[in-house]
Nanobody
């Protein structure tokens, strides 16, 4: 299983950004996928998760209402649309996958990780 995250960059506060996670080596739609983020010295924080087989999405409290996670079976990607970005959203963002109907909200729930993509929100 390989996960490749992309789409990070520098954006002004209040602006949007879309992250993309390309997945290979797995049966897309049967794996639970998620996004986490991490800043230096802190633990990896749950951002959003999706169960495509169940049609379920879930979000961390700090991003609920601003971020949207979605899956594209045709391209084997999981996207994270981030709107109304805040400086505190600045972090390295990671996509993750596990062979389950839905994964948990802690990093240890996931077996596969992509390299992070850095998001910087300027005030």
């Amino acid at each position: 299983v390989q996960l490749q995250a992309s789409g990070g960059g520098l954006v002004q506060a209040g602006g949007p950004l879309k992250l993309r996670c390309a997945a290979s080596g797995l049966t897309f739609g049967t794996y639970a996928m998620a996004w986490f983020r991490q800043t230096p010295g802190k633990e990896r924080e749950f951002v959003a998760r999706i169960s495509q087989s169940r049609g379920i999405t879930d979000y961390g409290h700090s991003v609920k209402g601003r971020f949207t996670i979605s899956g594209d079976g045709a391209e084997n990607t999981v996207n994270l649309q981030m709107n109304t970005l805040k400086p505190e959203d600045t972090a390295a963002y990671y996509c993750a996958a596990t062979n389950a109907v839905i994964g948990g909200t802690v990093a240890s729930s996931y077996d596969y990780w992509g390299k992070g993509t850095l998001v910087t929100v300027s005030s």
